[in-house]
């Protein structure tokens, strides 16, 4: 495989893929995990798949569609949840289901045989273009600038958003800011986990991560190690067999994350015994 | 102390169907000390926020030396009640401490200058926690939790101090600690302390408040409490049916 990496520009594609999504991955999944974004995150991923479905109808990239999609379920999100007393989740499966009805409408519309929308549903890492790639360094590097640039905000922000607001700092930006960085971060992933596994990738390696340090930049570090070792394992599984990527880094990050769980237990166990 | 007076206007504040507030006046003046007190969903932190900006109330006003919010430059410290934070977010003491020492504009690049840091070994030094600076926040016990979430809302240098159950989970030595630490606190700033342990506080507030949706009593603490807490149990109860509207 070392020797293909080299040669074929679908690997090399494939690789640099892994890498800006463990990187955005990482770091925005410890954000998701201590705000409790997970379901905003999924709701905003599952909408995209409208914006999918729209490209392929349409006759644009359909990653530009879930690009579009994915930014007016943030802002509409979150607009709605401030204007009403309704309750978050019920907004969030709103969009949720929409955005799949949406897509599934769109997709029957389309002329011709049915598009291959598996690789949106479930990622094919092996299927990242030089298109793809562009765009997600381009996304990777405007969510990782306004992460690092603004750190001691975000981290205020993120521990204490009651406290933000009695600053008077502009809590509303910081928190819209937050959604668009949630809705660029899913498109990063999708080419490589698909829509349905976003979550996955997001929550997983941040969780299991908590378990090993208390320092939120470090969170950040191990979590984007474990992520690139799942989408890795899902990269060499997907070349040797016929499996989706998705799937297998799924599997990766859940035996992962059991294991961690167990190692900081038996650290606990081992300091109880300790004490006595 | 700079001159500082609040004033609550015929404040409403709903909750979908729930009045959780309905026509409160209050005044709040310079040099007070004021506990509030009342039943589980009378009210007290939700007039909390709205003083905070926290929460809009549907109805009504509230001005801050004459002018709103926005335009005012008082500096409010809030303690919040402890279920409202994350105590397991990964953040250091000395970290939470500083925040209080935050800008007002979202800066880039934005770093902790040393100065901000002496501040904050003070005021942990003032409520007795300079050793544990470096701790992570979710190796504190809800004691020291909630006096380093007194520490940051001094870090601002607050004219006026509003705590929500500063005592709920902490053990009866720590509730000595925290109310002595507060009382001593009061000579220099205004405070307005949410608490159950009526007992506790009665002989430091100056002033008490009964609140149960709207102000029931106010006044001298003794009297408060006699009135609220004291009273044969049908008595209140009567007042309550026959009354209809509270008093
Ligand atoms: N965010 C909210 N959404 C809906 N109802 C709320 C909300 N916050 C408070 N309430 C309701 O408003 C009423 C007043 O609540 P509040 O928290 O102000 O009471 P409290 O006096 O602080 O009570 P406690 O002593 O239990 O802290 C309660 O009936 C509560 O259920
Ligand atoms: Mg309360």
């Not at chain 1, 360094?137 to 405007?142: D, R």
């Not at chain 2, 932190?45 to 009504?60: C, D, E, F, N, Q």
């Not at chain 2, 600690?177 to 009526?198: A, E, R």
């Amino acid at each position: 495989m070392f020797k293909a990496l080299l040669e074929y520009e679908f690997l090399q594609n494939a690789f640099l893929a892994a890498m800006i999504t463990s990187i955005v991955g990482g770091i925005v999944g410890v954000i998701i995990v201590e705000k409790k974004l997970v379901m905003m995150t999924g709701g905003i991923a599952h909408t995209s798949y409208g914006g999918v479905g729209l490209g392929y109808l349409l006759g644009f990239e359909p990653i530009i569609g879930a690009f579009m999609f994915s930014i007016m379920a943030a802002l509409g999100i979150g607009v709605i949840k401030n204007k009403s007393t309704g309750s978050k989740d019920i907004i969030i499966a709103m969009f949720w289901s929409l955005g799949m009805a949406l897509g599934i409408l769109f997709i029957g519309l389309t002329p011709g045989y049915p598009p291959m929308v598996s690789s949106y549903l479930f990622g094919n890492i092996l299927s990242v273009t030089r298109f793809d790639l562009i765009l997600m360094s381009i996304l990777a590097v405007i969510i990782l600038t306004l992460i690092f640039v603004f750190y001691q905000d975000w981290k205020a922000h993120l521990f204490d958003q009651q406290f933000t607001q009695i600053m008077r700092k502009k809590t509303n930006v910081l928190e819209y800011v937050l959604l668009i960085l949630l809705a660029l971060t899913v498109v990063v992933l999708i080419r490589v986990v698909g829509i349905i596994l976003v979550i996955a990738l997001l929550s997983v390696p941040a969780s299991a991560s908590s378990y090993l340090t208390g320092k939120l930049h470090l969170r950040m570090v191990y979590s984007m190690i474990f992520s690139f070792v799942f989408i890795l394992s899902g990269l060499v599984v997907s070349y040797y067999t016929d499996i989706s990527t998705g799937a297998v880094i799924v599997f990766a990050a859940v035996i992962l994350y059991l294991l961690t769980w167990l190692y900081s237990r038996r650290l606990l166990y081992k300091e109880n015994l300790k004490g006595e | 102390m700079r001159p500082l007076k609040i004033e609550l206007n015929e404040i409403s504040v709903n909750y979908g169907k729930i009045h959780a507030l309905k026509n409160l006046n209050l005044t709040i003046n310079e040099g007070d000390y004021i506990g509030i007190v009342g039943p589980n969903g009378g009210g007290k932190s939700t007039m909390m926020k709205s003083i905070l900006g926290l929460i809009k109330p549907s109805k009504g006003k509230i001005t801050y030396c004459g002018t709103s919010l926005k335009k005012s430059d008082i500096r409010m410290g809030y303690v919040p009640q402890i279920s409202d934070i994350n105590r397991m977010f990964p953040i250091t003491v000395e970290e939470v401490v500083l925040s209080g020492r935050m800008s007002k504009e979202i800066r880039p690049f934005f770093k902790y200058s040393e100065e901000d840091k002496k501040a904050v070994e003070e005021v942990l030094d003032t409520v007795g926690l300079k050793k544990l600076k470096n701790r992570q926040i979710n190796e504190l016990s809800g004691g020291e939790f909630q006096k380093m979430i007194i520490a940051r809302a001094l870090t601002l240098k607050p004219d006026i101090l509003l705590l929500d159950e500063p005592t709920a989970m902490v053990d009866v030595m720590s509730q000595r600690q925290i109310f002595s630490l507060i009382k001593k606190l009061s000579k220099d700033i205004t405070i307005v302390l949410i608490t159950h342990h009526v007992q506790m506080i009665s002989k430091n507030v100056k002033k008490l408040i009964y609140l149960d949706r709207n102000i029931i009593a106010e006044g001298d603490p003794n009297q408060v409490y006699q009135y609220a807490y004291l009273r044969p149990v049908h008595q209140s109860i009567k007042k309550r049916v026959v009354g209809g509207a509270h008093v």
